[in-house]
DNA sequence: CTGACTGCAAACCCTTTGCAGACCG
DNA sequence: CGGTCTGCAAAGGGTTTGCAGTCAG
């Protein structure tokens, strides 16, 4: 499924920008990657870019497609779904609950809620199947994470921020 | 972060039960295994169980824990956070959005309502750490898996559903 | 030109699998 | 006791990293 080819222009345009501002090189790969990801409505994995680039690239290699994909990450040009990295967590809880999740550690907490139980879904998501259950999924900063973001946050003052790469299990 | 021990017990006690009914055998482990889980309010990955389990059973293996967590989902005891075991996929919609995802395939699709977009957020969930995005995931089976599903639904009449484990990127 | 970037291959981590011995029922 | 289950070790799949050559600016 793709996405409309103004607005996967608009998007390239965008990364064309924001890549000359934090004053990373337009490279030929970089420009055909972010294509991509831009054009496909569902949210393709390094493999499938892969995939999808070999006709036109046949020399890209997927780790250039990793190293490009989190680089785009880093300066919020894309986003990732699901869990970074991590192991497959599991959830002993059978009721009808939602999640609050750390978007630095991975620290994930239950939460009830009946309002958020019963949501009302647009109509439209029916085309896409059937549909067995709505979760909500809450992101932010856990109160541990924040602190310690403040207290080294004195020393970094540089543009690009780091991907997290530490792993947690509170 | 430890659950009510009484819950704790209920749990297990249900575990037992469903154990017994579909007749699978309960060692040590298996109990061990599954009271680490139900006691955990941090859905811990095979890994953070192997740790916790390490003082009480020395020789438990990892490969057991594995086994024994995707047996428990399968019973329907437990069951996994995010994405089964994927590798990450990568989004360049960055409009607030939501998710319709495919629980047999993995199919990921977008779709949007303001609604949805400012949903109201139990107080308790401050708690946790600040709310920076809420984000609902619906979860069903998509139309092309249903198709699949039903025709193979003929010869198949066995009681315990094999954990799918096809991949897809559509 | 020169440092940033790519491609290659090998390393890494999490998870799964094959097999021989151990244990539940 | 017999078949299921465990532990071990090794394989497997996705992702990352070190290095030497290449390319954008």
Redesign the interface.
């Known amino acids: ?1 793709e996405v409309d080819r103004a607005e996967v222009e608009r ?1 390239v345009e965008h990364f064309m920008e924001a890549a000359k501002e934090a004053g990373i090189k337009l490279t030929h790969q970089r420009i055909e990657i ?1 294509r991509q ?2 054009a ?10 892969l995939k999808a680039l070999q006709p036109r690239m046949p020399t890209v290699s997927l780790d250039t497609i990793y190293r490009t ?1 989190w680089l ?2 880093d300066l ?17 809880n ?1 009721t009808h609950h939602h ?2 999740v ?2 630095r550690c991975g ?7 009946a ?2 139980n019963s ?4 109509e ?2 029916a ?20 602190k310690e973001q403040t207290e080294e946050s004195e020393r970094n003052k540089s543009a690009i921020k780091p991907r997290g790469q530490e792993k947690n ?2």
Do not use: Q, W
């Not at 919020?76 to 002993?92: C, I, N, Q, Y």
């Not at 620290?107 to 809620?113: G, I, N």
């Not at 949501?119 to 647009?122: E, M, S, V």
């Not at 085309?127 to 924040?146: K, M, N, Y």
């Open positions: 499924m998007r972010f990801v831009a496909s409505a569902d949210h393709p994995s390094a493999e499938s870019v994909l785009l990450n919020g040009l894309v986003s990732t779904l699901g869990p970074k990295r991590e192991s497959v967590r599991f959830d002993a059978l999640h609050y750390c978007v620290l994930t907490r239950d939460f009830e809620s309002e958020l949501l009302h879904i647009p439209s998501v085309e896409f199947g059937s549909i067995d259950a709505t979760h909500v999924e809450v992101r932010g900063v856990c109160s541990r994470c924040a299990t509170p």
